[in-house]
């Protein structure tokens, strides 16, 4: 079924680096608005691990929590602000973006869609199945993720990357799922809200050069939170 559409080769240098540190800062300092204790807001633990695996220093992800939970006098508030549209060769696209200023990410996304065509609200959602998504590693080897799926309330299974598993439940049962899951000896990794495609393109290698391409110039824009793509693996 697929998950938001990631970099295979994200380079490791210092831009790079950068980027993905100020992604997983904004979405601890959104998930800190719920509270800044990560024992009891699943989100922040989540982000918060997330962090970790990226080498955040202490002080960056505490600064982080704070800000989010309005600890500190800075005060920055982000919003949810969604782009669809599509990529070359009409690859449906829908763009996630989390900013504390839409008059600068707007026309961002414009410049960034020049190659494919920004569409309006609608366009191409109605083309992805709004989706919860966990990404899970049992604790134990001989755990059976398709009767692990069933008894925790899941809609459908997939094997994940890295020896993990793709969890697909509905959007209000996410935090129900995860828990199960988490009771039956699954470690989560990420838990999310995410668009699932309907119809991937199957396009050739050289289309999909071009697509890629185009992608990961909107994926390395500041503002750009996820990123979802109708295209064939």
């Not at 809200?193 to 909107?218: D, G, M, T, W």
Request: charged content about 25%; proline content about 5%.
């Amino acid at each position: 079924m697929g998950a938001q559409w990631k970099q295979k080769s994200r380079a490791q240098g210092a831009a790079a680096k950068g980027r993905l540190f100020t992604k997983l800062a904004k979405e601890i300092m959104v998930a800190a608005k719920a509270g800044p204790d990560p024992a009891m807001n699943p989100r922040l633990r989540l982000a918060i691990e997330q962090a970790k695996k990226a080498s955040m220093t202490r002080d960056t992800l505490e600064r982080a929590i704070k800000k989010g939970a309005g600890l500190l006098d800075e005060q920055v508030t982000y919003e949810i602000v969604t782009y669809e549209g599509f990529a070359p060769h009409n690859v449906p696209v829908i763009v996630e973006c989390l900013t504390d200023n839409k008059n600068r990410t707007a026309p961002n996304m414009r410049v960034l869609f020049r190659k494919g065509q920004l569409g309006t609200s609608g366009s191409v959602s109605w083309d992805f199945t709004r989706s919860g998504v966990i990404e899970a590693t049992p604790s134990r080897p001989e755990i059976d993720p398709e009767e692990a799926a069933i008894e925790a309330g899941a809609e459908d299974v997939e094997a994940g990357e890295e020896g993990a598993t793709r969890f697909f439940t509905l959007p209000t049962e996410l935090d129900a799922v995860s828990r199960a899951l988490t009771d039956a000896g699954w470690q989560i990794q990420t838990q999310k809200l995410a668009y699932i495609p309907k119809n991937p393109v199957q396009l050739s290698a050289e289309a999909r050069a071009e697509v890629e391409a185009f992608l990961i110039a909107i994926d390395e824009d500041d503002d750009v939170q996820d990123l979802y793509v109708a295209l064939a693996d």
